[in-house]
């Protein structure tokens, strides 16, 4: 029996918008924002601090800053001396990382929902008490180093990435990494750190995200305690950032240690900006779920099954960005089978979409995956925190959310017709081909020599 | 202060339901109806350890054919009833366990789309030849591809030196999956998922009676299955230091040896002994020694993974390979330090606290209920595991640690893999 999707789409609005109409919202008086989502399922909380600045922010010569000061705000303040925060936090019981993104800087906590305080207290000290010590600044520039080796020199397919991001975007900072190019990160000072921490960390480029077992006036009245006597910054201008328009497709392709070629395509495609009247975004979002959203999507089926042209394939796309947005597709050639084939088979399928756009029975079951994603989201409380988190970053208020269950819903086959025909097209392709290299030179397609000592 | 952290939220508890379904399975139930989801898994005793020897790959390969067709579905109207029920289907497989996590919506008609098609590929997997074909070849590409990747090098390595014998160190080759035949896997399905060892266990929006018919309809139609006790590992092999040649930028250095299973009296003593070692994120001694005095590498870490038979404990870092060897030598320095001293006494109490008050964490989700109460089920620990888990912490002494990782964790017998560094 094929289950009723009408009974999915009610159930899943239903519970997203009854989840959604919980969250607070408050601001204080020096500007920072406060969003607090009750969640009583478990006797644990999230606390989530979102500075609006992210690598898009950086200028050339110093990419990469943005996440060398996350790391730098683990080494102490006025009051707390290096790794100090790290320490409290785990004799609480709880849990903290950070993470940069082009788009913004997240600091986080998960912690028991009575020592929510400790937390709130000491993320407010380190908004505007850090001390960047030199000493501290040059170990921490070695890690900042030893991740991008890690991440990106040693990983060809996240070197691909990059490349392709390189080649895209000719004007807009998307074009470089978020973790910096290398020797950006070799000439970088501590003064470099310290000047972006004055300059965008402030309460009033902040919104602090709280979810979990909390009664909303109880976190207003803590946030007014820690973070209400913090005083406001001038923040400087931002620039309006736009890429000119691509006309003909670009190509990239990296040489590097590998056994198969692998793929990655990018159409330049728009972000959301209005929730409530874009709906482009939402058909293409539906389109990378139909191409490559899961086994049941057409690269999965026919380039992965039938053609066997591909070990694996998938489509991506971020709905939420600061920045112009990208459809993503990727691929890894099957054994014996060229770049170029994979390549061909890849934008064929995309090509049809194009032209024909995707049946009714492939538009239902994409949707349904989307509700049922916003559903699944709902069991965790980090992952609560950053989908609202995420929206008031990028300037969207967070009560869109409400809205994207029912835009996504309302979506119909013309409109991604429309969509498809519009934006998968070769002026706006961007192609990266890794081109696979034996590890040792000398002796192709060997097994690499061991020694043992 | 003291108070807060070391005393257990009453709400942090988990009411688990057991039974034995009729067709032998073991189910495990945690009902939870604030949201409208369900997760359920079924795992066997049918990991990469029931491989033969010259045939390894055999249980991975067997667990993704199990997809690929039944007796009622294809195996792409498998993928889009799967799909069309918003449902996500993942497989789990490690050395011990092999089978499936389904997360549904609990809405009467999608769950039973998406469970009716869990249970035809677990109960009549039809293993088409041409698939067969197909998964053995991506297999292979898999194996040739993580062959270039020197983390991925590394852990093979590491695994083939601290169980030189035993089945937890085999790795799949191209040669060893040409070995399989579409009978290796029919008889590997007939004989290790058997309903006898099926683990079902259930987190979320389901009542206790339509779990039980669940259970049923995921197990019922199962043969019995054969018991086979994985053989223990034998002590430790001799000390070997491996280096490989790659052009990486960084060394990856693992050093390793078999030390814990579960249900091991000194599970405790080293979970917390581990955690001031190189267990705790951001704040443990590998990573203040390695990373945060030294800035070596971006990620250093030990961790204990307990198996049926003793698991690794297991340390790791990557660095720039000029300074590997420095970083090797640092790695081993702070290991044979913490295992002849054991931690400080303010080390272990921090380490109490952080375990016990961050225990609700481990919990605070379905999904975390779910792989917390898989366990359970297929290791066969007591029902009140996680509700003795604070309390058990908390008995820990510094005697017990100096002791457990003394007499498991001999710095002398522990197996090195650097890839990356050419001399």
Same mark, same amino acid.
């Given at each position: ?230 005083? +406001? $910054? %001038?923040?400087?201008?931002?620039? /309006?950032?736009? =890429?000119?328009?691509? !006309? *003909?497709?670009?190509?990239?392709? #990296? ?51 039938? +053609? $066997? %042209?591909?070990?694996?394939?998938? /489509?991506?796309? =971020?709905?939420?960005? !600061? *920045?112009?947005?990208?459809?993503? #597709? ?124 | ?423």
């Amino acid at each position: 029996m094929i289950p009723s999707r009408a009974a999915v789409f009610a159930a899943a609005l239903a519970l997203v918008s009854a989840a959604q109409a919980n969250p607070h919202e408050f601001s204080l008086p020096n500007g920072l924002r406060l969003i607090v989502k009750e969640d009583h399922r478990a006797p644990t909380v999230v606390h989530q601090v979102w500075y609006r600045v992210g690598s898009m922010d950086e200028v050339p010569g110093v990419t990469g800053v943005a996440h060398v000061l996350e790391h730098m705000m683990f080494k102490g303040t006025r009051r707390f001396g290096p790794g100090e925060f790290s320490r409290i936090i785990a004799e609480a019981g709880g849990r903290e990382n950070a993470f940069t993104s082009t788009d913004f800087t997240v600091y986080h906590e998960q912690i028991h929902r009575d020592r929510l305080p400790l937390a709130m207290r000491l993320e407010a000290d380190r908004m505007v008490n850090l001390v960047v010590r030199p000493e501290e600044f040059a170990q921490e520039i070695k890690v900042v180093m030893e991740e991008r080796r890690l991440s990106y020199e040693d990983r060809p397919r996240s070197l691909l990435y990059e490349n392709l991001l390189a080649t895209a975007f000719a004007a807009h900072p998307y074009k470089s990494p978020t973790i910096g190019w290398m020797r950006d990160l070799q000439n970088m000072t501590w003064t470099d750190a310290l000047a972006w921490y004055r300059q965008w960390y402030a309460p009033n480029n902040a919104t602090v995200v709280v979810v979990g077992d909390v009664r909303p006036e109880q976190v207003l009245a803590w946030a007014r305690r820690y973070y209400g006597a913090l005083a +406001r $910054r %001038t923040m400087p201008g931002r620039k /309006a950032l736009a =890429e000119p328009e691509q !006309r *003909g497709v670009k190509r990239v392709t #990296l040489k590097a240690p590998a056994e198969l070629p692998y793929l990655r395509l990018a159409y330049k495609v728009p972000a959301l900006r209005d929730p409530a009247n874009d709906w482009e975004p939402f058909a293409i979002s539906l389109i990378a779920e139909a191409l490559g959203g899961s086994d049941a999507a057409r690269f999965n089926q026919i380039l992965v099954r039938e +053609r $066997r %042209t591909a070990t694996s394939a998938d /489509a991506d796309y =971020e709905l939420i960005s !600061r *920045g112009p947005g990208m459809l993503f #597709l990727g691929a890894a050639a099957a054994k014996g089978r060229s770049a170029s084939e994979l390549e061909d088979g890849m934008r064929e399928i995309v090509a049809r979409v194009a032209a024909e756009g995707i049946s009714p029975e492939e538009l239902a079951r994409a949707k349904v995956q989307r509700l049922s994603e916003l559903v699944f989201r709902r069991d965790s409380f980090f992952a609560q925190a950053l989908e609202l988190g995420e929206l008031e970053s990028v300037g969207l208020s967070f009560r869109g959310a409400d809205r994207i269950a029912e835009r996504f819903k309302a979506i119909t086959v013309e409109q991604v017709r429309a969509a498809a025909a519009r934006y998968l097209v070769e002026d706006g392709l961007t192609v990266a081909v890794l081109d696979p290299q034996p590890l040792n030179p000398r002796s192709a397609g060997a097994a690499p020599p061991a020694a043992k000592h | 202060m003291t108070l807060i952290a070391l005393s257990l939220p009453a709400d942090a508890r988990v009411k688990i339901d057991h039974w034995i379904a009729q067709s032998g399975a073991r189910v495990y139930l945690v009902e939870s109806h604030a949201l409208p989801i369900v997760d359920i898994a079924v795992e066997f005793a049918a990991g990469s350890a029931y491989d033969p020897r010259e045939k390894a790959g055999l249980a991975r390969l067997t667990l993704a054919m199990l997809k690929a067709g039944s007796s009622r579905y294809s195996e792409s109207e498998a993928s889009r009833r799967i799909a069309d029920a918003g449902a996500e289907l993942r497989e789990n497989f490690d050395v011990d366990r092999a089978g499936f996590a389904l997360r549904s919506l609990s809405s009467e008609a999608e769950r039973k789309a998406a469970t009716d098609t869990l249970a035809d590929m677990l109960q009549s997997p039809r293993f088409p030849a041409d698939a067969f074909e197909r998964e053995r070849a991506r297999a292979v590409a898999n194996i040739l591809e993580a062959e270039t990747q020197p983390d991925r090098v590394a852990e093979r390595r590491l695994y083939a030196l601290m169980y030189p014998e035993h089945p937890y160190g085999l790795s799949a080759s191209p040669a060893s999956l040409a070995a399989i035949a579409r009978e290796d896997l029919e008889r590997h399905y007939r004989t290790r998922y058997g309903s006898m060892q099926a683990v079902v266990t259930i987190v979320g929006d389901l009542s206790r009676d339509a779990a039980r018919t669940l259970a049923e309809e995921l197990t019922s139609r199962l043969a019995q299955g054969e018991r086979y006790a994985l053989a223990p590992v034998a002590p430790s092999p001799p000390t070997e230091t491996l280096r490989i040649a790659h052009p990486s930028a960084q060394s990856h250095v693992l050093l390793g040896v078999a030390a814990l299973s579960y249900g091991d009296p000194d599970y405790f003593p080293l979970l917390v002994g581990n955690y001031v070692l190189g267990g705790s994120g951001l704040v443990s001694r590998i990573f203040r020694e390695v990373r945060d005095k030294r800035g070596y590498a971006y990620s250093a870490y030990s961790y204990l993974r307990p198996y049926q038979r003793a698991g690794p404990f297991l340390v790791g870092l990557q660095t720039r390979r000029d300074q590997a060897r420095e970083a090797l030598e640092l790695a081993r320095t702070v290991v044979a330090e913490f295992v002849a001293r054991g931690p400080t006494e303010a080390e272990l109490n921090a380490a109490r606290k952080s375990l016990v008050g961050g225990f609700p964490l481990r919990i605070d989700t379905n999904r975390k209920v779910l792989e917390q109460l898989a366990l359970i089920g297929f290791y066969g620990l007591p029902l009140d595991w996680l509700d003795a888990y604070p309390a058990r912490v908390r008995s820990v002494t510094l005697a017990q640690i100096r002791s457990a990782f003394a007499r498991r964790v001999d710095p002398g017998k522990l197996s090195v893999v650097v890839v990356g560094a050419p001399d």
